[in-house]
């Protein structure tokens, strides 16, 4: 089993659409969690952290459920630029980041 | 300020041949990371460094070898390269227990 495991997709949307991401992991002590985006063949960039309350910037909230080791990213409003792959991503001890594959995203006009 | 850079940014290898991966940061950071990702795979880490001078194995350091004489600068070497080294290297850095920063990545072909 994949200690991070999300679903590939891919999601296609319409623009103005609301979607939904969804990733679990395994180490239940596993210290922090972030979403990446990663652009076609361009490096992963930081999108947000999560934090055990649920956060919020701008069009996006990720929430983390630590009792069923259940992370999640919610987009508002797609943008054509939103396009892109979503990593799911765990910290664990030492600085360790551990990636989840990926789940790519289709924003369509 | 480049940020995190790597040299080079394509190369092809025959079986068996060697090669280094260079990679540079310009922020000061403490923490540098050596990353292959495959598809479907995520990013899967292959050494790291926690200061200049030492470093330490990943989740898949087997055929790989890294050095940091240089705080700026992390090395990863393939002494023997194998089709199975076919992916795309990210490096990446840190200064502490924070948010890693990703050069563009390299991407090799082992014919």
């Known amino acids: 089993r994949k200690e991070v495991e999300q679903d590939p997709g891919p999601f296609n949307v319409p623009e103005g659409a609301t979607v939904a991401f969804n990733c679990t992991y395994s180490?239940?002590?596993?210290?922090?969690f972030f979403w990446y985006r990663q652009d076609c063949r361009k490096e992963p960039k930081l999108l947000m952290s999560?934090?055990?309350s649920g956060n919020e910037d701008g069009r996006f909230t990720a929430q983390l459920n630590r009792a069923s080791q259940y992370i999640s990213l919610l987009i508002r409003d797609s943008k054509l630029s939103d396009s892109a792959t979503y990593l799911c991503v765990v910290k664990n001890a030492g600085n360790m980041l551990t990636f989840g594959g990926g789940t790519r995203l289709m924003v369509k006009p | 300020n480049a940020g995190v850079t790597q040299t080079p940014k394509f190369r092809v290898l025959k079986t068996g041949q060697s090669m280094t991966l260079l990679c540079a940061q310009d922020?000061?950071?403490?923490?540098m990371y050596w990353y292959r990702q495959d598809p479907g795979m995520g990013l899967r880490l292959i050494h790291y460094s926690v200061g200049e001078g030492t470093t330490a194995k990943g989740e898949v350091p087997d055929g790989y070898n890294v050095s940091r004489l240089k705080k700026q600068n992390f090395l990863l070497g393939l002494e023997s390269a194998a089709p199975s080294q076919t992916s795309v290297y990210f490096c990446?850095?840190?200064?502490?227990?924070?948010?890693?920063?990703f050069g563009p990545g390299t991407r090799l072909l082992v014919l």
């Open positions: 180490n239940s002590a596993s210290q922090s």
């Open positions: 999560v934090y055990s």
């Open positions: 922020m000061n950071h403490e923490y």
């Open positions: 990446a850095s840190s200064p502490g227990q924070e948010t890693q920063y």
